[in-house]
């Protein structure tokens, strides 16, 4: 199906060569440069819910969809786990227990059978 990559090629690394350089520019220009720019009030306060936004982009699909549908039944134990999970946050409100006591909730669930 794929060849083996020959790493003795020139070309493949002059490629991650540049990516290296690549990522490490873009990376770190803000810290180089950062303390020059000043980034006005409202940006920086909307800039706080970016990595909440991002977080719930990559598990919300994770949790509500199975295969190419949206699966919002009892058998969907990582809905019922996520759902527990955010009622202990709202009782307890410390991430690292929160993100145990979900993990607690679907290992149990999936070891007991509870919902198949």
Known sequence: MFDAIDWGR???????????????ATRST???IGHHISIPRRVGE???YAPACALAAI??????MEGQQVH?????LKLLSGIAATIFF???RNML??????MLVF??????HVFH
């Open 10 to 24: 020139t070309d493949i690394w002059i490629a991650i060569a540049v990516l290296a350089v690549a990522t490490a």
């Open 30 to 32: 803000f810290w180089l």
């Open 46 to 48: 909307m800039l706080r």
């Open 59 to 64: 598990i919300a699909p994770d949790m509500l």
């Open 72 to 76: 919002l039944e009892l058998s969907n």
């Open 90 to 92: 709202l009782i307890r």
């Open 97 to 102: 227990q929160t993100i145990v006591f979900g």
């Open 107 to 112: 290992t149990g669930l999936r070891l007991l």
